[in-house]
C-alpha cells in the first residue's frame, strides 16, 4: 500500500458527461501529480500541484482541470467525454517536488461509452 | 515532444538470471531519471532514480547505469525472482514535466 488514496477504483460513465476523479496524498506529501495510462499512448503526465499551487502542466486537455485543496488532496475533473477519455488515471504525491520519489495511488479506471 | 522508448517490448529470463532492462532518451538536457515497476492492477512503483551528474546507482538488487553520450539508461536486476515480473518503465524528467516510455514486459520463468 502506497499510502496514496484513489476513488472511485472504476467508473463507467457515457459520452459528453462530466467526472470527479478524487486523490489523497500520502501524508505529509505537499505534491500531486496525475497521468493518464492508457494502452495507445502509455504513461502522460498530466498536471503538478504543489502546496496548492499548480507547478507543471503536461499534456492535459482544455476539457479537463484539476486543484489541491488545503488539505492537499487533488481533484481532477473530466468534462465533455470522449470514448478517447477510456484510461488509467493515476495520482501520484512526493515530499516536495519532481525530483523527490512519487508514490503512485492504484489508479482510477475510467470508461466512456 | 520528448521520445523515451524501450528497445524491447519483451523479456523473459530464468529465475536467477540477471536481467537487463533498456531505455533510450532523446533529450539531452533531462537533468533526472526513474525507472517504475507496474505490476498487473496496480500502480507503477517506485524502484531507483539517477540524476545526470551520475553514471551508476545502486539499490538492493538493483542498479541502474547511465550513459549521457548515447542517452541510454539501463535497469539491472540481480538474481531475477518471479516477483520482479510486472512491466518496467523509464522516465526522464525534461523541462517541467515526466515522459515516460512504454514500458518492458518481464517475465522470470521458474
Known amino acids: 500500500d502506497s499510502g496514496v488514496t484513489q476513488t472511485p477504483k472504476h467508473l463507467i460513465t457515457a459520452t459528453g458527461q462530466r467526472v470527479t476523479l478524487r486523490c489523497s496524498p500520502r501524508s505529509g506529501d505537499l505534491s500531486v501529480y496525475w497521468y493518464q495510462q492508457s494502452l495507445d499512448q502509455g504513461l502522460q503526465f498530466l498536471i503538478q500541484?504543489?502546496?496548492?499551487?499548480?507547478?507543471a502542466k503536461g499534456n492535459i486537455l482544455e476539457r479537463f482541470s484539476a486543484q489541491q485543496f488545503p488539505d492537499l488532496h487533488s481533484e481532477l475533473n473530466l468534462s465533455s467525454l470522449e470514448l478517447g477519455d477510456s484510461a488509467l488515471y493515476f495520482c501520484a504525491s512526493s515530499v516536495m517536488g519532481m525530483n523527490t520519489e512519487a508514490f503512485f495511488g492504484q489508479g482510477t479506471r475510467l470508461t466512456v461509452v | 515532444g520528448e521520445s523515451v522508448g524501450l528497445h524491447l517490448p519483451t523479456l523473459s529470463v530464468q529465475e536467477g538470471d540477471n536481467s537487463i532492462i533498456n531505455c533510450a532518451y532523446s533529450?539531452?538536457?533531462?537533468?533526472?531519471f526513474i525507472w517504475y515497476k507496474q505490476e498487473s492492477g496496480k500502480g507503477p512503483q517506485f524502484i531507483i532514480d539517477?540524476?545526470?551528474?551520475?553514471d551508476k546507482r545502486q539499490g538492493q538488487r538493483v542498479t541502474v547505469l547511465l550513459n549521457k553520450t548515447v542517452k541510454h539508461l539501463s535497469l539491472q536486476i540481480a538474481a531475477t525472482q518471479p516477483g520482479d515480473s510486472a512491466v518496467y518503465f523509464c522516465?526522464?524528467?525534461?523541462?517541467?514535466?515526466?515522459?515516460f516510455g512504454t514500458g518492458t514486459s518481464l517475465t522470470v520463468i521458474p
Open positions: 539517477i540524476r545526470s551528474n551520475m
Open positions: 533529450n539531452s538536457a533531462s537533468d533526472y
Open positions: 500541484y504543489y502546496n496548492g499551487e499548480e507547478r
Open positions: 522516465a526522464e524528467r525534461g523541462g517541467n514535466q515526466f515522459y
